[in-house]
C-alpha cells in the first residue's frame, strides 16, 4: 500500500469515528432533553397542576354542570 492510500484510510477512519462520536453525543443530548420534558421537575409540576386547577375551574364557572336527579 502506498503512503497516499495509508494516509487516504487514516483519514477515512478518523473521519468515521468523528462522525460516529458526534452522532452518539447528539443522540446522547436528544434523550436527555426528551427527559426532561417527560419528567418535569416538582416546581413545574406544582405549576401545572395550579394551572390546570385554574383552567378547570374556570371551566366549570362558564359551563354549570346539570344539577343531579334534574
Not at 436527555?32 to 385554574?54: D, G, Y
Request: net charge negative; charged share 25%.
Amino acid at each position: 500500500m502506498s503512503a497516499t492510500q495509508l494516509l487516504n484510510n487514516a483519514i477515512k477512519d478518523l473521519v468515521t469515528k468523528t462522525a460516529e462520536r458526534i452522532e452518539r453525543e447528539q443522540a446522547d443530548n436528544f434523550l436527555k432533553a426528551i427527559q426532561k420534558c417527560v419528567s418535569p421537575s416538582p416546581s413545574t409540576m406544582f405549576t401545572t397542576s395550579k394551572a390546570e386547577s385554574v383552567s378547570s375551574k374556570s371551566e366549570e364557572e362558564e359551563h354549570p354542570s346539570p344539577a343531579p336527579g334534574g
